[in-house]
């Protein structure tokens, strides 16, 4: 899991559910099993006839919901929660989701994943018109445009608000009559309807969820829809036709748990797969392979069974120390003190491993890594890497925006090994991702947005596309430039594949 | 993990420092490596040139240092930690290690891991005495030992204590002057010294915890041995000759991590051993192996390794869970809601699967392993036990105490596969434990106590003797008396294959 | 402190300092003098060079800022502060001021004591309008008004918005370069102008906060007026001519500290002058006299001068009881457990006491007191309030909303007084009370609000307008409508004493 | 109350019942009574059939029992609790009381008011002999002596242990089957049994928390008394003949509540005495009287009743300040921050003012209170003190250990005028105080100890009287063993007056 030890994070899990007795509890659960979204806030809001009711807080659910008293006011048989990504500082109670909004016609909560490139504009322009945020958070935005809307009817209100906000997003709201929830044009994040067996529906971010509390898959929502829930059933309509799925790839590289599955791919088939295609693109000569936990233990099953390698548990992962707030000194660092990894000396002493990562990032991580399988003994650590390198940033929702942390944005992948000490080091092929995963749609990269490999963003990047090109080395901006017409930075509008665009 | 779902705990970690100028963030360290050995509570005791100063409190590490000013206020560059095991409710502040004792001619803090035989005959006579009992703990009563004797020297007061106390323990102790180790008599719970680069000795209940600090192991604590280490160096004697080693095999088994060493064996490369064992032991026409997060990993590669099987990660743990307060209504639970385990549906349906877990303790979590992987729709699903089935209680510090609740004391095999609902079970042999453990002692099970498996204790019972012989069924009870003379109830005093007899 | 005990609250109070280098700290201290306006919540916002930095929490000061390190982050040399009114339930983190809007042309904050008449009415239009509210609080719609209004220039717009809004209120801003206070046009709660030696100014709810911040008053803030400080000094200015001081005469009863001067008036003298007062008007033959504690003190020592009685110590408080949430069982409160409230036996055992209360709202508290003396062997219990019956609403900011909560009501004095249980009850005129207070503006009731007593309220009431004549009997409103002209409910617009009329 | 501003602390108070259905809520209501005794932790332990239940913590008891769920555990229908008093730093939950020993043969638990003289060589007697302590407390010892006790029976055991520990103790005891309470030999602590309505009893430190709970006096507990409840009522026995009243006469002075009657004296109305003294003993020709809040208040209104002055309130007392952790700057208090105490300039500007206080310790809030009168506007600022100038330190339960706190044993009264910077200064004479309080009892002045005063004290000193005697001027200590054969420090043992002596 070497994302999250260099802090590359998923924006949030939503989970709703309408019509079951103990709609609160049941979210709760739900959200545990989207826990690896978001660990800096959690909140549930549950609808009782229509009076809604929320709790929210920092931190884990279980800090959040500590005991039965805390869920015990969330009366009401239909509910949505959210649990929001960690950031270090930032962390204020007023961003913690869903947010719920009083009007004197009635009441309603929002939770949202995702991230807006026009977010910046948006605001500017409703501030100017006197409007007043409470939150740093994109999801205010939407909220604004639908009570601004002329439009009498909610549901054509959230659309015509929905049009107006581009980028990546799922969005989930609880009226006081319906549970609704929106994806963005592209699908970039997950979002899936479930049914459970007395017949109650079920919104959330990860299939994983609806195993967790026992429903059935309905589908997937897609690019440009929306999906409403009421006493009635559901219904799924679409507010643009302008879509084209690309759905982040780092869902399945990294972010979704194996055991979800995403347009019916199965995250941790994916990623063996993905391990698989890598023991092919990229063979080495050696005597096991090993996976950094957690998240790179599928690939490194792939690989180690397509190379006919055993398999070794040479890494470990101290699952307790993920929340200290306790550093060792730099002293301590030196002498070797090692908090989250360890080398399993018995293991690797004297052997030639193969390192299976999911991505690398500022580098750090893996240099660590390489050099504690040395000190424990290994002859050879060759890395490799079970995605492309990653080397542009993301505007849809994953918190790595500046290109200038990416090694690979600066560096060649020989450099890269050099600087992480391995003696050998491969990435996947983007075309050995794109098919290693096998979403099989006919869309550009079968329906993958794969941006932050090569810089192909499937929207305009609005408020973020000056930054972005100024971030740009000249031949990548040339590069980038050409590839106009297809994918890129400068899409006419009312392009067939291209979405977003009024 | 099945284990720790059905309540099996190991009694606690220690370690301590001497040497290093931030003993007490040092020590905070090491016990991040052993927290996986107790989750009740946590305390550290530094010495800052003869001062003791200690914080302790319940719940995680992280819970009792939540940020660097608790950790302020204990200076000095010698200190030692605690980690205990979780229960439910009897947690009380009272019991939290090391326990520092304050006296006119001095401080003395006392750690302690492992559990008394004749704990409760000694507390009924020392309160006879006068003597005041402030805690719960075993731990307590050695302080009352060694100021009752009427050795003047403080060693020759503790080796005085030590003998009077049977069972199995590792004791820590912070004199003003020196830090000192104890081990019981047959060295049931492990225990290293290492040693850091800068000259700092270090004492832990395993080498990960060494591995972690950067510390080198200098060598294994064994029966009956005291180490000293104060301002000279250390050095270690033994305090008793009537020692023979009988270290826990669940520490190979379940408890110890796999990173760690003890007495020379890797941890996990035993439980490949035991895999592959049982993998030849118990063979079985499947599609693939799968191991019970997170223990039954090791085991369940090396199963797969020996039997030409896939290794397939079809069952998810939910990480985040571990401290709900929370629990679903039975309702839900009906519905199927399910926190701590989730099958993997893409992974395991349609096949045959192989489950390999370290243990079977009550049987409630294997049924609901089995159930979960039908549900996923797994066509056949045998259940593999890396070790053979407990029958009998610990007494010397696992918290399994009653024979009542193990299902191997009351069903035959046959019996348990038809609860647990499985298509086949086995469990490897004692024999093939011991052998892949590989310790190769010249003891009897070639230096592992097995009493859980075979009733056979390495030592007196002295205070739950009565209860045991109770708790047996006649023929347990014949077959156990006829043992006699090798291990068992009735040894004859000063044998030397025994000890603790006086 | 009958009110208290009864429940009675005033709304809050404000605290802000310009120019002084510890300024978070200082308004720590200055809201600690005011702490007795609000222990529902608080909070302080720092300016540090344009920059607000906030932190605000239920409960009191010490428990919203309980370290050092609470202050910490609060840099800058500019700071306002907010204590909240304890209620019972609907205390939420929302609502705690001074409310923080971030906007991208400057950040500004908001504190406010009051209470708006026509805050629906405005609420609504503003939320027709694409208003998103946040809070419940009255506060948030000045902010709405604001940055709604045309006008382009800061100071412009606030007055504009202070145009629109009516009722009671003290507002308290920061801006990046200003800090702002504003009284409605009737003055009904007190704000005065203090300046430190160093030449920082200081604007707070009582004098008695200049006090102890060793600030000098300037001078009290008039209706209608605003005060700005900035880094050139301050400047008072008015936003309307249509005022008319009718200030709070609650605040000389009960609410305000007695070491406080309002417009120049002390209050504990005040209240002296009440019960001296009290004493002509109602003179009883008695041993002595006592005081309700805490707030009818001085009163009873008034009353204890003017009759030529001694004032004794007949009633205790329990000083400590504030906070606790544990009640007594049904059956303790009849065997007689007095949590709040003691009689001490051996001053009133047969004596005839004089009970000086400052009001009574429902009569519960004058009837435990009542019988707590005779139980402590009190021969004769003489009530005597040192203001007059308690009959209407207000709404300008006391929390005393419902005409029927009001014992004086619905009952006669001699029904009172056989309620309570007293010998003989008597209250102080309304001549008597204005008198006392003795502001001597030439206003009507000499510049106070004694609508409480006598229905005479100084302004349209507004949202509250229907559901007050709703409340009252037929005889009352035939009165209250007579009394047109002067003051009442159906005032001419534009009337020269009549004020927030457009 | 300028007492608790300089630190003068009583340690602790008690309280417990027997036979009452809701005995630990009961016990929480009588504490509140008693918290100004003790506001640094409470604790309560019931006992259901014989099994005890504590919980205590730091704090006052609001904190330690925030709700409902924190007293439900305390089932049964006897419980003892206590409050302890306040300092700063030395706060440890191991001190905190009752304390819980738990046996073999039986659970006690144990509460302490007061002071051993003779604690330290009694716990290294006791560590020599193998005990192990627990905490700072001399309670512990008590314990100690009685678990090893030659004696069989409780009661025995009991009665030798009192004999052996020296100085002021009220002792509470709660064992299986009877509480008990133990008075020191002479009566320093006061303790009072009271009975219910319904039949239970009940033992309190002071009177006001009999009446709290609605309990009848049934008679103080006296010099050597030991009273025992059980189910078959109450019995009082003395475990010595060698007893002589010498109540402490701080109680009188500051630190019993006004509600209080101590041997049948009301302690309102003994300062009110003393005060009226004071009035003849130092006459001012002033325009008012002004009483240090809340503990000088009674006395202020004797000296102006007895002076025909007006009495005024001109100090005000901030009630909330007592438990911030925030100070003012340095430069803020040079600026005139003022915390705890405020002068109502529109009271005493102009004025002559006679401020009466309880006692002057160092003489800083002296200063404090003459400097703000004069701020204020004072035109002279007169000090009478309503007891004798405090010269010695207390060994039986005041926290008042080092003479060298004490500003009147270094200086006149004349010295300690000036600094304190007041027009002029006058204290009660020791015969006045001793008149005022009017015990009556044929008892060296007349039961009370006044030693803080004259160094007369009752008992021997045991451990301190080495630390005393140094502490002495050389005039001091000859007067003080001039005065042998009467009180002091030199008494020959078996003296009839004399107690405490084997």
New interface residues.
Partial sequence: MSLELEGIHEECGIFGVWGH??AA??T??GL??L??RG?EGAGIVSNDQGHLIGRRGLG???QV????S??TPLTGDRAIGHVRYATTGSGS?ENIQPFV?????GDIALAHNGNLTNCDSL??EL?D??????SNSDT?VL??LI??SPEKDFMAALKQALRQVHGGFAYLLMTEDAMIGAMDPNGFRPLSLGQ???GAYVLASET?AL????ATLVRDIGPGEIVRVDDSGYSIERYTDQTCLSICSMEFIYFA???S?IYGV????ARKRMGARLAREAPVDADMVIGVP?SS??AA?GYA?AAGL????GL?K????A????Q??Q??RE?????KL??????VAGKRVVVIDDSIVRGTTSRRIVRLLREAGASEVHMRIASPPLRYPCYYGIDIQRTSELIAAKKSVEQIREAIGADSLAYLSLDGLVDSIGLGRDAPYQGLCVAYFNGDYPTRLDDYEQGFLASLTPEDRTRLEASKGSYGLDMPAGSGQKINER
Same sequence: chains 1, 2, 3, 4.
Avoid: W
Wanted: hydrophobic content about 35%; overall charge negative.
């Fill in positions: 007795p103990d509890r049941l709760y659960f545990h099993a826990q690896h660990q884990l659910l279980t919901f500590p005991d039965e805390s869920l109670i909004f009083r009007f004197h016609d605001k500017g501030e018109q006197g409007a007043i945020f409470h205010e909220m604004h009570r601004r459970l067996p007395g994983c195993d967790l509390v026992g748990r194996p055991d599955n199965n995250v941790h088939s957690n233990l599928s099953s069974e055993p398999n070794e548990m470990i101290n699952q307790y120390v929340r200290t707030f306790i060792p000194s002293a301590m002498q070797g003190v090692r908090m360890a080398a399993v000396r018995g293991v």
